[in-house]
């Protein structure tokens, strides 16, 4: 790759005759395009937790490009997409926020037929279903319903898959509770034990109306006051009832913080002032890498589960577009790929992941089993040693045991007002 980018700085001319061509070929769509002398910056708007500088540095070194993040939380990401358009290249977001992006029409549908790696996505994003044919949950916002337009500009989804895609899949996960194992001395295996006056003062949740919603649900559910019809689409008395039971539990004294921030959660966990909480597994890893027990705990009611991918503003045109699939065309090429499996994320082409990663590290991450050596970080600290497992096991059981998507209900605007009052009661 090092390589091709320094011929192609060399051979300008004649070079831009092909690009037309290129880009109608899915045969040679991935390789590098050709630009003019100028550097290219792609500016990137999403969540810090995909912000890493190793994947700048690695783009800059293969692409050329420099890579400008900007990182907002959840929330704003919603925001700049709808309202600032124009302040960004590439929109790192998540499927469930497409819901209220979509339909301001600041997203181009991407065309698959330029996407390289198209057919080796895995079938989630483009069948709704697991690599080994087993459908996923569909409570909540599952991928395949928020995953093509119907058209490049289009503010409506696709009821079947198309030629455009919203955003190309980068990552996702099957989230669960984070607990301290070393000051935890009973074993844990329910949403319900947030909710355990056992550990009051010592939990936390998230405060990100859309996500914390889902994670008050299951720990509802799991204690039995909350029974839903779908909890990924509740209705408002099921909003009032859920928010009840978090209202009483907070005037108990059972959370000692509410984070909105990925450093936020691991400072709670690392220092011991909070044993039990929401959590998001770079968060665990970093944890670890602190040389803190912690263990992202699976739960028998299941995991709540989200996606991100990459999505390209609709005034991105011509050499900056070259640009943008040209990077989305790398992020999948492999690299990438192993670098945020480690973190504990699943990879959208696991087959180009596969290429970078050892085979001790895929059969520990994706395959569950025993460590045959150390397992290291994505920045080269050790996080676990010879023997250990995977908390939950192997990619087919950890997503094939998710129980709701993160979602944007119809009652949502109701929703983020009941989830406001609990946080200010």
Known sequence: MRQRHL????????????AGLALGSRAITGLPFVYAADPVTLRIAGTGVNQFKE????????????IQYTSLVSDDVVKRAVTQASSFDLLDTEYWMLKKIVPSGNLRGIDTKKIKYYDQIVPIFTQGKLPDGKPVAVEGISPLKVAYL?????KEFSKSPSQWMTVIPTVYNADTLGIRPDLIKEPIDSWARLLDPAFKGKAAILDIPSIGIMDAAMASEATGKVKYVDKGNMTQKEIDQTIAVMTEAKKAGQFRAFWKDFNESVNLMASGEVVIQSMWSPAVT??????VACKYQPLKEGYRAWAAGLGVPSHLDGKMLDAAYEFINWYLSGWTGA?????GYYTAV??????FMSEDEWDYWMEGKPAKGD???PTGEKIESAGAVRDGGS??????HVSVWNTVMDEDRYMVRKWNEFIAA
């Open 375 to 377: 397992i290291v970080s």
């Open 150 to 154: 119907t058209a490049d500009k289009s």
């Open 286 to 291: 970093k944890v670890r890498q602190m040389g």
């Open 55 to 66: 994947l700048a540095d690695k783009a800059k070194e293969e692409l050329g490009f420099t």
């Open 350 to 355: 696991l087959d180009t992941a596969k290429k």
């Open 395 to 400: 990619f087919n059981e950890r997503m094939g």
């Open 7 to 18: 011929t192609r700085r060399r051979v300008l001319t004649g070079a831009a005759a092909t």
């Open 339 to 343: 670098f945020l499996n480690r973190q």
